[in-house]
């Protein structure tokens, strides 16, 4: 399979404990997302790499929230002091481009992580 | 405010029929991009279609079909002869031209169900 993979599909912890989440994007791809997607609703940006650049954090919402892509392929979502709030689907997604409107984005199936 | 707004939380269509799913969306950039995006039961977000702001035609895709009015400042997607495997989420996206501005903004969505 050629397409992003993220692990683990599946994610329980407890209120406070930290949780990271991989993302494996496609072999090449620059570009690599990660956005948040509540229960029925639509994904929200939290952060952007360009190769091992994080060029925007703007959509993390506390400084509990961290990224990291060190060699520019595997990214890894790093959570601390988990709350309540924060569960959600964790999407992934890489793109060959670093710029221009028509810039498709390819998504992985997600981490769910339920926070108790 | 809202980037992207999809007023239909839910449809129904009936098999073989032609559904139309709604998206208005703001920007003050003249160069931008429109996605939609169908997210089964299974989470991953698949791509459907392509429209870029300055594309003279509309864009088709199989049985997808966009129905870009710049100046309404609506894309509204058409799925012809729809099939039981057509049930899903549908998401519309937008990318702004910004070269410093690389991320989707989703709209919240539109479930549509295909009945037999």
């Known amino acids: 399979g050629a397409g992003v993979s993220q692990s683990p599909r599946y994610k329980v912890a407890k209120r406070g404990q930290d949780v990271a989440l991989r993302c494996d994007p496609i072999s090449g791809h620059v570009s690599l997302f990660w956005y948040q997607q509540a229960l029925g609703q639509g994904p929200e940006f939290l952060t952007y790499?360009?190769?091992?650049?994080?060029?925007?954090k703007s959509g993390l919402p506390s400084d509990r929230f961290f990224a990291e892509r060190p060699e520019g392929s595997v990214s890894t979502l790093k959570i601390q002091r988990t709350q309540q709030e924060d569960s959600a689907v964790y999407l992934c997604?890489?793109?060959?481009?670093?710029?221009?409107?028509?810039?498709?984005?390819?998504f992985g199936p997600g981490t769910r992580l339920t926070v108790l | 405010a809202q980037k992207i707004t999809q007023t239909q939380p839910g449809m129904f269509v009936q098999e073989k029929e032609a559904v139309t799913l709604d998206c208005t969306y703001d920007?003050?950039?003249?160069?931008?991009?429109l996605f939609w995006y169908k997210q089964p039961s299974s989470g991953e977000m698949i791509f459907l279609i392509y429209?870029?702001?300055?594309?003279?035609q509309n864009a088709t895709e199989g049985r997808y079909s966009l129905n870009f009015q710049k100046a309404r400042k609506s894309a509204n997607l058409v799925i012809s002869a729809s099939q039981l495997g057509d049930s899903a989420m549908y998401f519309c996206a937008m990318r702004e031209g910004d070269p410093n501005d690389y991320k989707l903004s989703f709209g919240a969505g539109t479930t549509v169900t295909v009945r037999a």
């Open positions: 790499f360009q190769n091992e650049a994080q060029l925007d």
């Open positions: 429209q870029g702001s300055y594309d003279q």
């Open positions: 997604a890489s793109s060959p481009r670093t710029s221009g409107s028509y810039n498709e984005q390819f």
């Open positions: 920007t003050s950039d003249p160069s931008y991009g």
